[in-house]
């Protein structure tokens, strides 16, 4: 059954530090997502990303966030400048379409910025 | 806004018992549910959704779910759990609108422990 990567599993960073979380979504979908779960609270949406451009973002994807997607498979999430708050697992999501469309998730990234 | 409330944030039950776990939503149109499973390590699983039509829906791993609209709920049950159920549960609802894309939005999640 096709799945969705994440790499790595686990990043640490130093505060500051540029990150790059990657994803590979499934290879016939059309819309990608990023959420993130900061330890102990709930799954949040950061980003929906359309047609090669973002269709709509949180308040938590400021400028510090992008996103990507460089080729025909991969899609990434770069933090710029990682804050000691931005510690999350991380996910990515895809699914082939709007509405009645289920979004598959990856394992997740798990960042931790020392 | 839309929001969805998991009352419940740890239960424990017997292997072997019957679970029901608790998810109330606010929205204002015909929600697009869904329950998803976190297991330790894992990602999110999707064990069931529920669009339209019937409002007992069924899932895998011998889960199913009842949308209730009176009661703006959507309980996810199994009559006999196993001890391979421990996970985190999350419900969540899809936020839709015309031309734009479907954010999930979660619950805070319901933490599931089987005692032997």
């Known amino acids: 059954e096709p799945e969705v990567t994440q790499t790595p599993s686990h990043q640490v960073t130093q505060m500051g530090q540029e990150v790059i979380l990657r994803c590979v979504p499934i290879s016939n979908h059309l819309y990608f997502y990023w959420y993130r779960q900061i330890l102990g609270q709930k799954v949040e949406f950061l980003v929906s990303f359309y047609n090669n451009e973002i269709s709509e973002k949180s308040e938590i994807f400021d400028d510090q966030f992008s996103v990507e997607r460089p080729d025909g498979s991969n899609f990434t999430l770069k933090i710029r400048s990682t804050k000691l708050e931005d510690s999350a697992m991380y996910f990515c999501?895809?699914?082939?379409?709007?509405?009645?469309?289920?979004?598959?998730f990856g394992a997740g990234t798990r960042l931790s910025v020392l | 806004a839309q929001s969805v409330t998991q009352p419940d944030i740890h239960i424990t039950v017997s292997e072997g018992a019957s679970l029901e776990l608790r998810c109330n939503y606010s929205y204002g149109a015909t929600p697009y549910l869904f329950w998803y499973v976190q297991s330790p390590g894992q990602g999110l699983q999707l064990l069931l959704k529920y669009f339209s039509g019937d409002t007992l829906v069924q899932g895998i791993k011998g889960f199913e779910a009842e949308f209730k609209r009176s009661q703006s709920s959507f309980n996810l049950r199994k009559p006999s759990v196993h001890w391979s159920d421990a996970a985190e549960y999350f419900c969540?609802?899809?936020?839709?609108?015309?031309?734009?894309?479907?954010?999930?939005?979660f619950g805070t999640g319901t933490l599931l422990a089987v005692q032997p």
């Open positions: 969540a609802v899809v936020k839709v609108y015309g031309g734009a894309t479907n954010k999930l939005i």
């Open positions: 999501a895809s699914s082939p379409g709007e509405g009645k469309n289920i979004q598959y």
